[in-house]
């Protein structure tokens, strides 16, 4: 079993599953905060609040401010992504149901929305728009919809029997 001393700093739900976010200084990215799936902790301990150390870079109003989930990029900024919804109850549903804190929506009829967001360029952001099926298109960036265009078209090739 693999020790490490955390300092939790919040808990966070995300698709029925429970992290918790804490400094580490055994993290693989040396001494940072990381977030750390409850489900995969074998047993705890409790040590002296000497021990608890408080991340100075540390914040908890900002720290998911542009996950659609709990992964973050550490490496690159946030991108904005613009979306197009089609189908009048998801146009209906989208004007009062934001996708993420920085949605805006760019322009609106009774059947299409397009909006754009803010977030990190990571799997929940292919979850979601994939979710949509044929409801949603990816405006831009342009590396975005080209990865959903292959990912659409390497699911039809499973359902065609054309992939192996």
């Not at 690159?76 to 549903?93: R, S």
């Not at 004007?95 to 977030?119: A, F, G, P, R, Y």
């Not at 949603?136 to 990912?151: F, G, W």
Request: hydrophobic share 35%.
């Amino acid at each position: 079993m693999n020790w490490r001393i955390i300092s939790p700093y919040i808990l966070k739900e995300y698709r029925n599953q429970w992290y918790m976010v804490g400094y580490s200084k055994d993290s693989s990215r040396g001494p940072s905060s990381s977030v750390y799936a409850l489900s995969k902790i074998e047993s705890l301990r409790m040590l002296d609040k000497e021990q608890y150390v408080i991340d100075p870079k540390f914040n908890a109003d900002d720290y998911f401010r542009y996950c659609l989930g709990v992964y973050h990029d550490l490496e690159n900024p946030p991108v904005v992504v613009k979306l197009k919804f089609t189908g009048e109850l998801l146009v209906q549903h989208l004007k009062t149901h934001k996708l993420h804190s920085t949605m805006q929506i760019i322009s609106c009829t009774d059947m299409e929305i397009v909006v754009s967001m803010e977030v990190y360029d990571k799997i929940e952001l292919d979850t979601l728009i994939l979710g949509y099926g044929a409801s949603v298109e990816v405006l831009e960036p342009a590396h975005i919809r080209n990865r959903v265009i292959q990912t659409l078209k390497s699911n039809l090739a499973i359902y065609q029997g054309t992939k192996s």
